[in-house]
């Protein structure tokens, strides 16, 4: 039982930890982004279609990244050269892209809503010898598939490219002062679009894995607001690739847990609201949090 919820835990993780750390890069270079969700749900559809027709879960990936980052990239702009507000455009990206998906599929495929096709490539999954036999370590470490674990090398490479390369240090600069990053010779706005297009390619490989990865179908609310979710998880990890891991992680098991009630008898509309419950929990602890410790440094 321990072993199975674990196994699910990782495996709803990984959606929310992709997006969250391209959406933790996005954040960093100056741009909150709330259409995390339209480039998740543009890959999944297009990474199901391009799995179906090539037989390659690769391909499908590759496509579903370009296609994510094109809307990053688009949204960027609209910020960046327009000076659109960044949330309406967020949000005007999220409902743009699902009314767009919502007429692909009925135009296309005359379906209204949910979307399968034959011989979609699987993400293939990996057993590690004696490892998979070993109670929780099995569950953690054995029978995830290549993104699972790509997921999980990029924390440590993302806590390195801020903290050790040239680019990194040029992109907190020019999230934590644009006018003096101008000064200095950078590209503020570039800067900004790349890092916007990034987080578009991981929400992109997001959406991917859920329909190859996860279900192997498509349909209109395959991503469930998890745009939102890692949005909250890089927001609560406070700009910390490690911490927002963890907060991933915590939402990635509360995930995998209402899906476990599902099968008890649990209602249906009831348990699916528990990782959006637990966001909301976690924000007002933060918010007390963040309140307690203005109190001690106003009283020193």
């Not at 321990?2 to 709803?12: G, K």
């Not at 054995?142 to 990029?154: F, N, Q, R």
């Not at 949005?231 to 476990?260: E, H, K, M, S, V």
């Not at 599902?262 to 924000?283: D, F, H, K, N, S």
């Amino acid at each position: 039982m321990i072993d199975n919820i674990i196994h699910a835990a990782f495996v709803m993780t990984t959606p929310i930890l992709l997006a969250a750390l391209g959406g933790l890069i996005n954040r960093i270079g100056g741009l909150v982004n709330i259409g995390l969700d339209s480039m998740m749900l543009a890959g999944a559809l297009l990474g199901l279609i391009v799995a179906s027709q090539t037989g390659s879960w690769s391909a499908a990936l590759l496509v579903a990244a370009v296609a994510g980052g094109i809307l990053g990239l688009l949204m960027s702009l609209t910020v960046t050269r327009l000076e659109a507000n960044e949330i309406i455009v967020g949000l005007g990206f999220n409902i743009a892209v699902a009314g767009l998906v919502r007429f692909f599929l009925k135009s296309a495929y005359g379906s209204s809503g949910t979307l399968s096709l034959p011989d979609v490539a699987r993400l293939p999954r990996f057993e590690i010898p004696v490892v998979a036999d070993i109670p929780v370590l099995g569950a953690i470490f054995s029978g995830h598939d290549p993104l699972t674990w790509a997921a999980w090398l990029m924390v440590p490479l993302t806590a390195w490219f801020l903290a050790r390369t040239r680019a990194g240090l040029r992109l907190r600069a020019t999230g934590a002062a644009p006018q003096a990053a101008r000064a200095l010779g950078l590209n503020p706005l570039m800067l900004r679009d790349m890092s916007t297009a990034y987080a578009g390619i991981m929400s992109g490989l997001a959406g991917a894995y859920l329909s190859i990865g996860v279900v192997g179908i498509f349909n209109e609310g395959i991503t469930a607001g998890r745009g939102f979710i890692a949005l909250a998880a890089f927001y609560f990890g406070r700009n910390r690739p490690w911490l927002t891991a963890a907060c991933a992680l915590l939402f990635g098991f509360f995930d995998a847990f209402q899906i476990r009630l599902q099968g008890r008898g649990v209602p249906a509309e009831l348990v699916q609201t528990l990782p959006y419950v637990m966001v909301i929990v976690v924000l007002t602890l933060m918010a007390l949090a963040v309140k307690r410790a203005r109190a001690k440094g106003i009283q020193s």
